[in-house]
T-cell receptor, first 114, second 109 residues
Framework: KAGVTQTPRYLIKTRGQQVTLSCSPI?????VSWYQQTPGQGLQFLFE???????NKGNFPGRFSGRQFSNSRSEMNVSTLELGDSALYLC?????????????FGQGTRLTVV | SQQGEEDPQALSIQEGENATMNCSYK?????LQWYRQNSGRGLVHLIL?????REKHSGRLRVTLDTSKKSSSLLITASRAADTASYFC?????????FGQGTRLTINP
């Protein structure tokens, strides 16, 4: 069974630009969650999608958005990039609602904003 | 705070020794999970303990949960160089999985 796939693995963007990250969950998993990891703030929850609906959202500005498609693949978009958005973005998939059973993580997308 | 607080932040031990990491929290939980992360890569699930359980084992890992004290500990026995990583506790409830800041474990050969 293939694991969680995140693309791209590395990305360099300029301030003010926007970026779209992609996550393909494990086949059959309907829940996808996104996390931002930085040295200062640690792992912070961005949002969770389940069956194409956003079910939960963390405390991030509206510049951070996401969506989930009918095949459970998810995308995360960050508009008007700021230097502070430089981070490792991780997505995790689960069969059911996040928090009840284990989450399977992708390798992450390392975003650098210059 | 909804997240767990881990202690210590960093731990350095000799290969073969046991490593113990602790996680304290303030909210109610359905379960508590431990994850490992190697050098800024993805997290790997290690073990899940439910709120009605007190202890779980998986290989060299032993996790305890004390809901009255709102704390959990992860014990890695007979440590190996490959155990060098960051370890995170995560609080699970119906809404989301919230991670602590992690413990950086270094195993010295």
């Amino acid at each position: 069974k293939a694991g969680v796939t995140q693309t791209p693995r590395y990305l360099i963007k300029t301030r003010g630009q926007q970026v779209t990250l992609s996550c393909s969950p494990i086949s059959g998993h309907r829940s996808v969650s996104w996390y931002q990891q930085t040295p200062g703030q640690g792992l912070q929850f961005l949002f969770e999608y389940f069956s194409e609906t956003q079910r939960n959202k963390g405390n991030f500005p509206g510049r951070f958005s996401g969506r989930q498609f009918s095949n459970s693949r998810s995308e995360m978009n960050v508009s008007t990039l700021e230097l502070g958005d430089s981070a490792l973005y991780l997505c995790a998939s689960r069969g059911q609602r996040i928090g009840s059973t284990e989450a399977f993580f992708g390798q992450g997308t390392r975003l650098t904003v210059v | 705070s909804q997240q767990g607080e881990e202690d210590p932040q960093a731990l350095s031990i000799q290969e073969g020794e046991n490593a113990t990491m602790n996680c304290s929290y303030k909210t109610s939980i359905n379960n508590l999970q431990w994850y490992r992360q190697n050098s800024g890569r993805g997290l790997v699930h290690l073990i899940l303990i439910r709120s009605n359980e007190r202890e779980k084992h998986s290989g060299r890992l032993r996790v305890t949960l004390d809901t009255s004290k709102k704390s959990s500990s992860l014990l890695i026995t007979a440590s190996r160089a490959a155990d060098t990583a960051s370890y995170f506790c995560a609080l699970g409830n119906d809404q989301k999985l919230v991670f602590g800041q992690g413990t950086r474990l270094t195993i010295n050969p």
